[in-house]
């Protein structure tokens, strides 16, 4: 024979494994055994008694302080807090609560759930460490990217060097072979120059981000300040969406944006180029997307062109180092968004990243 319902919404309240409690104010005036059981106490211990007894004193004030700014409003409550045990120990808990209405639809109180979430806090705690490491890590990669790189520029440049004097000595040599020498070894030190800058500053952008108020139209200016000769050269039409302002690194943003538009400059396919830059506002990201006509991108190549030296076309067809998405990638990911690609191949791609509204974690 079924229960009646009433029934069985206490007998699933008194056996789910999550706090639920009825209070006016900080006072509870029901609980579950659960809730008794999170707080490591008997259930008359926390029926008509204050719950921020139980609340650590560090998180006290901030629990009273939400309490009594929603007291009587019937404003629903979300907080995280620590439980102080009786033996000292400490539980984190979240606390969400809605309103409760009397029969006339005044408020009478309210009706709250409280989950133990000292696993995910740990998890966090854990995660922020690793983090941490990480950063200190990647500083340590940068300081050492700048001291090598210096180093090899010096030997690069002295080989340049004579590279352009062999050229001048021996302007149209008698043995071919010695031409195609020389010519080799001048693109061969141009390219570990550009290799190294590249290099050098990827792994800058690892050091961190510098975050204040960032235009993306002021920095989508500079960017198509920069590329000023290839966009002169392919005739290239670039049409834009008014761009919002985000927290952000300026010099960092601006990269971004020279990099994308840069490679739809390069991928072309014979056709004047035709790249549009639109923005979509979402509820908790703007994205910003660069649309191009160019060659396309084939399907299984879409996540690959992010990882760091992967070409997919001959340098002879396409210059470069196979850095240059990479580092949007890791741009974008400091900023705390992500980036993709939507192509087809043979008739343009979309290149897209999303930068979060809010503060920068």
């Known amino acids: 024979m079924d229960m009646p319902g009433d029934k069985k919404l206490e007998s699933i309240a008194e056996n789910i494994p999550v706090g639920i409690y009825e209070a006016v104010g900080t006072a509870i005036i029901y609980a579950n055994p659960y809730l008794a059981k999170l707080a490591d106490r008997g259930i008359k211990e926390i029926v008509d008694h204050d719950w921020s007894k139980?609340?650590?004193?560090?998180?006290?004030?901030?629990?009273?302080?939400?309490?009594?700014?929603?007291?009587?409003?019937?404003?629903e409550i979300y907080q995280e807090y620590r439980l102080e045990l009786p033996d000292g120990e400490q539980r984190w808990v979240s606390d969400h609560a809605i309103a409760l209405k009397n029969e006339h639809g005044g408020f009478r109180g309210y009706l709250g759930v409280i989950s133990d979430i000292t696993s995910r806090k740990e998890a966090q705690s854990?995660?922020?460490?690793?983090?941490?490491?990480?950063?200190?890590?990647?500083?340590?990669?940068?300081?050492?990217?700048?001291?090598?790189?210096?180093?090899?520029?010096?030997?690069?440049?002295?080989?340049?060097?004579f590279d352009s004097m062999l050229a001048r000595m021996f302007p149209q040599s008698e043995?071919?072979?010695?031409?195609?020498?020389?010519?080799?070894?001048?693109?061969?030190?141009?390219?570990?120059?550009?290799?190294?800058?590249?290099?050098?500053?990827?792994?800058?952008?690892?050091?961190?981000?510098?975050?204040?108020?960032?235009?993306?139209?002021?920095?989508?200016?500079?960017?198509l300040d920069a590329l000023a000769v290839p966009i002169s050269e392919t005739r290239a039409v670039v049409t834009r969406d008014p761009l919002p302002t985000v927290n952000g690194d300026s010099v960092q943003l601006q990269q971004l944006m020279q990099n994308l538009i840069g490679n739809a400059l390069k991928y072309r396919d014979g056709h004047t180029p035709q790249i549009q830059v639109h923005a979509q506002d979402t509820a908790s990201d703007?994205?910003?997307?660069?649309?191009?006509?160019?060659?396309?991108?084939?399907?299984?190549?879409?996540?690959?062109?992010?990882?760091?030296?992967?070409?997919?076309?001959?340098?002879?067809?396409?210059?470069g180092t196979g850095i240059g998405l990479a580092l949007c990638q890791k741009i974008v990911e400091l900023h705390g968004g992500k980036i993709w690609v939507e192509s087809t191949f043979g008739q343009g791609s979309t290149f897209s990243f999303s930068l979060p509204k809010g503060p920068i974690s």
Not at 54 to 60: G, L, N, Q, S, T
Not at 67 to 75: Q, S
Not at 293 to 310: L, M, P, S, Y
Request: charged content about 25%; glycine content about 4%; hydrophobic content about 40%.
């Open 54 to 75: 139980h609340v650590c004193p560090d998180d006290r004030q901030g629990y009273l302080h939400q309490w009594a700014d929603v007291a009587d409003t019937g404003h």
């Open 126 to 161: 854990k995660l922020r460490s690793t983090v941490s490491d990480l950063a200190r890590s990647n500083r340590n990669l940068s300081d050492f990217a700048s001291a090598v790189s210096h180093d090899l520029q010096e030997p690069l440049r002295k080989i340049v060097a």
């Open 175 to 223: 043995n071919p072979k010695a031409n195609e020498l020389v010519s080799y070894l001048g693109d061969s030190a141009e390219r570990m120059q550009q290799l190294i800058t590249d290099l050098l500053a990827f792994s800058e952008v690892g050091a961190g981000i510098s975050v204040s108020q960032v235009n993306l139209d002021e920095a989508l200016n500079h960017a």
């Open 286 to 319: 703007w994205i910003v997307s660069v649309t191009d006509n160019g060659i396309g991108i084939e399907a299984k190549d879409q996540q690959r062109v992010f990882e760091i030296f992967q070409r997919l076309h001959p340098r002879h067809e396409y210059p």
